[in-house]
Nanobody, 124 residues
């Protein structure tokens, strides 16, 4: 069982930055791919960025390419999402998720473990 705890959400103005963190309780954290997803009320959960277990592979949603960066520190069992150039449409609850195996997928159903989410609000 892997527990995930997100932090770093908050309220910022458009154009600002936030860094989200996802701390995991996993002995062999490098054997888990991790993804950041977001969901607005009444909408489906969508992929934001995913990263392989080693960190050597990343994939981003088109809407965040060039603005967000996903990274991980396996020694700290933590994955980060650096969000720059934030826009009001980035307002959502952001979740991190992990799946056994190093391959990173962008489909939420591929992930076995989920955090409770952290709220990000961007004001215009």
């Amino acid at each position: 069982q892997v527990q995930l705890v997100e932090s770093g959400g908050g309220l910022v103005q458009a154009g600002g930055s936030l860094r989200l963190s996802c701390a995991a309780s996993a002995r062999t954290f490098s054997s888990y791919a991790v993804g950041w997803f977001r969901q607005a009320p009444g909408k489906e959960r969508e992929s934001v960025a995913v990263i392989s277990g080693s960190g050597g592979f990343t994939r981003y949603a088109d809407s965040v390419k060039g603005r967000f960066i996903i990274s991980r520190d396996n020694a700290k069992s933590t994955v980060y999402l650096q969000m720059n150039g934030l826009k009001p449409e980035d307002t959502d609850v952001y979740y991190c998720a992990a799946r056994g195996g190093s391959a990173a997928y962008s489909v939420p159903r591929e992930y076995d473990y989920w955090g409770r989410g952290t709220k990000v609000t961007i004001s215009s």
